[in-house]
T-cell receptor
Framework: DSGVTQTPKHLITATGQRVTLRCSPR?????VYWYQQSLDQGLQFLIQ???????AKGNILERFSAQQFPDLHSELNLSSLELGDSALYFC?????????????FGQGTRLTVV | DQQVKQNSPSLSVQEGRISILNCDYT??????FLWYKKYPAEGPTFLIS?????DKNEDGRFTVFLNKSAKHLSLHIVPSQPGDSAVYFC????????????FGKGTKLSVIP
């Protein structure tokens, strides 16, 4: 158990819909990262938040947005969903300093768009 | 443009033998490299890492080697065990400030009893 909790584990929705994925980081971790893993692809970095502020942005579509709340949990919002958005979405957290470079991953949310 | 490449999608090794997983990168700004292991239906689990100022890091049965001039790193598992069967991802971090990781596509290791 990494200590990172993601909900829901599975999500099936129709094209054009909007969904929200939730992540609770490890206790004490201030950084939250979102990654997308599509079929046969490595994990693609989407976005990072640190203590409530956006810190880095990767290949995140404009239809996607995220935020980190004062209690440090994070939500990834996916809108106008397309079939190609079907993927595993992972959240990870890490400490900012020391050997906290390694990120700890949640179990992921499997999104299926039909 | 794939900055971290794992050219072998799969690898089969006999139990007790050495497993060698390879990874190449193109970005000279990467300063920290990590290996993650992933079982089906689970998130990636951190395995071992190495800073760009070192050329070797060892942790039990796992050793990571870094060849900066060749922009190549490898993960050695000795001896390999059936429980090591998983997908292994190589990842790299570029610079301070952001801890985002760039991942390879993974190598599926099968350790045969």
């Amino acid at each position: 158990d990494s200590g990172v909790t993601q909900t829901p584990k599975h999500l099936i929705t129709a094209t054009g819909q909007r969904v929200t994925l939730r992540c609770s980081p490890r206790s004490g971790d201030l950084s939250v990262y979102w990654y997308q893993q599509s079929l046969d692809q490595g994990l693609q970095f989407l976005i990072q938040y640190y203590n409530g502020e956006e810190r880095a942005k990767g290949n995140i579509l404009e239809r996607f947005s995220a935020q980190q709340f004062p209690d440090l949990h994070s939500e990834l919002n996916l809108s106008s969903l397309e079939l190609g958005d079907s993927a595993l979405y992972f959240c990870a957290s890490s400490t900012r300093q020391g050997r906290g470079t390694e990120a700890f991953f949640g179990q992921g949310t499997r999104l299926t768009v039909v | 443009d794939q900055q971290v490449k794992q050219n072998s999608p799969s690898l089969s090794v006999q139990e007790g033998r050495i497993s060698i997983l390879n990874c190449d990168y193109t970005n000279s700004m990467f300063d920290y490299f990590l290996w993650y292991k992933k079982y089906p239906a689970e998130g990636p689990t951190f395995l071992i890492s190495i800073s760009s100022i070192k050329d070797k890091n060892e942790d039990g049965r796992f050793t990571v080697f870094l060849n900066k001039s060749a922009k190549h790193l490898s993960l050695h598992i000795v001896p390999s065990q059936p429980g090591d069967s998983a997908v292994y991802f190589c990842a790299a971090r570029s610079g301070a400030g952001s801890y985002q990781l760039t991942f390879g596509k993974g190598t599926k290791l099968s350790v045969i009893p």
